[in-house]
């Protein structure tokens, strides 16, 4: 079992900055990959980026290429995603994810059904 628990979501403006970090329990997730998703009112859960075990290898979603970093530091057992220059589309829950086996396939690593664990997510509210 994995518990995982996100933190340093709030309310912000347009442009400014967040970092949210994801702290996992129960299990150490050094090696295994990490996922950030989130859902916006009435939506579905979308993929918003992703880091491997050891943090040399890193996927986002085309909205948040050059504004998001995510980071992981595993003596922490922790995952943290930068979010900069937000914008109120990025308005969301946030939910971190580990994905505990291997996934194949261009892509694979979006799909949320293939993510073992989930936290309960923070919101992130940006206001224009």
């Known amino acids: 079992q994995v518990q995982l628990v996100e933190s340093g979501g709030g309310l912000v403006q347009a442009g400014d900055s967040l970092r949210l970090s994801c702290a996992a329990s129960?299990?150490?997730?050094?090696?295994?990959?990490m996922g950030w998703f989130r859902q916006a009112p009435g939506k579905e859960r979308l993929f918003v980026t992703t880091?491997?075990?050891?943090?040399?290898?890193?996927y986002y979603t085309d909205s948040v290429k050059g504004r998001f970093t995510i980071s992981r530091d595993n003596a922490k057992n922790t995952v943290y995603l930068r979010m900069n220059s937000l914008k109120p589309e990025d308005t969301a829950v946030y939910y971190c994810?580990?994905?505990?086996?291997?996934?194949?396939?261009?892509?694979?690593?979006?799909?949320?059904?293939?993510?073992?664990?989930w936290g309960q997510g923070t919101q992130v509210t940006v206001s224009s």
């Open positions: 880091i491997n075990w050891s943090g040399t290898s890193t």
């Open positions: 994810a580990v994905r505990l086996r291997a996934c194949s396939g261009y892509g694979c690593y979006e799909n949320p059904t293939l993510y073992d664990y």
């Open positions: 129960g299990r150490t997730i050094s090696d295994y990959s």
